[in-house]
């Protein structure tokens, strides 16, 4: 909740549209002992509470189509975790509740196969870029696959904490290198992506799930101004690349 009351301040305060995230189950742990969440129905009750006290639209992942038709029941946004983005049943079930479906790109698809996923949906979704594998334990950024992900006709997001990940590096968990997040949060919107993505947290040191690659959230109240600040300087562009 305290996370929430400075998303909706910044909100207001910028005018700038931000979802509210959060998961009550991470199904993809990388060890069977790793914090999985609060379960659903406590978690459901939590976004609702989110949802109804700051009015800021709210976003969960989903592993399962029975998942997808209960939470459909609370969230704006139903997510697709990137290692799910071929389910067939998932992607059907997560379409027909009629909510936006944010599907991560997984990070072992070519960027032209997720048209398929979006297909499969029904079309009313959001594309997340968050790194594609490069061998063991890494994941790299590929912005020259953002024109065949844009071909595709949905809005872009770039997931610019989750794309600094260490997939499976620091001994039956995940870490990364949060440093990075905001260079390629800028490189992104210098590619035209309609939206970012960030993990926050008030001390990242301390959180049960993807500490390293988080943002801490006074670090995110000061990056907010500045990224919507280059945002606005790239749409002034012209076709010629004068501002």
């Known amino acids: 909740m305290a996370v929430a009351a400075k998303l909706m301040e910044l909100a207001v305060l910028h005018k700038v549209e931000i979802v509210f995230k959060a998961s009550y189950d991470k199904a993809n742990r990388t060890s069977?002992?790793?914090?999985?969440?609060?379960?659903?129905?406590?978690?459901?009750?939590v976004l609702r509470k989110v949802k109804e006290q700051t009015g800021l639209p709210v976003l969960t992942d989903v592993h399962?189509?029975?998942?997808?038709?209960?939470a459909a029941d609370v969230a704006d946004v139903l997510q697709i975790p990137a290692f799910l983005s071929?389910?067939?049943?998932?992607?059907?079930?997560?379409?027909?509740?009629?909510?936006?479906?944010?599907?991560?790109?997984?990070q072992?698809?070519?960027?032209?196969?997720?048209?398929?996923?979006?297909?499969?949906?029904?079309?009313?979704?959001?594309?997340?870029?968050?790194?594609?594998?490069?061998?063991?334990?890494?994941?790299?950024?590929?912005f020259a696959a953002m024109?065949?992900?844009?071909?595709?006709?949905?809005?872009?997001?770039?997931?610019?904490?989750?794309?600094?990940?260490?997939?499976g590096g620091e001994q039956g968990k995940s870490g990364g290198d949060r440093a990075l997040a905001v260079p390629l949060a800028r490189a992104a919107l210098g590619m035209g992506f309609d939206g970012l993505f960030f993990e926050v947290h008030p001390d990242p040191d301390k959180?049960?799930?993807?500490?390293?690659?988080?943002?801490a959230l006074k670090e995110?109240?000061?990056?907010?101004?500045?990224?919507?600040?280059?945002?606005?300087?790239?749409?002034?562009?012209?076709?010629?690349?004068?501002?």
């Open 108 to 142: 072992f698809m070519a960027p032209q196969d997720m048209r398929y996923a979006v297909e499969k949906a029904g079309g009313k979704c959001w594309l997340t870029e968050r790194g594609t594998f490069f061998g063991y334990n890494r994941l790299v950024v590929d």
């Open 207 to 215: 959180a049960l799930c993807d500490g390293p690659n988080s943002l």
């Open 86 to 106: 071929r389910q067939t049943d998932l992607l059907a079930a997560a379409g027909l509740t009629g909510k936006i479906v944010n599907i991560k790109k997984g």
């Open 147 to 167: 024109p065949v992900l844009r071909a595709i006709g949905v809005p872009l997001v770039f997931d610019a904490t989750h794309s600094v990940q260490t997939p």
């Open 32 to 45: 069977g002992s790793s914090f999985r969440g609060i379960g659903r129905a406590q978690g459901l009750a």
């Open 220 to 243: 995110f109240e000061q990056q907010v101004p500045r990224l919507i600040e280059l945002a606005a300087s790239i749409r002034r562009w012209d076709g010629s690349g004068k501002r």
């Open 64 to 70: 399962s189509p029975e998942e997808a038709r209960e």
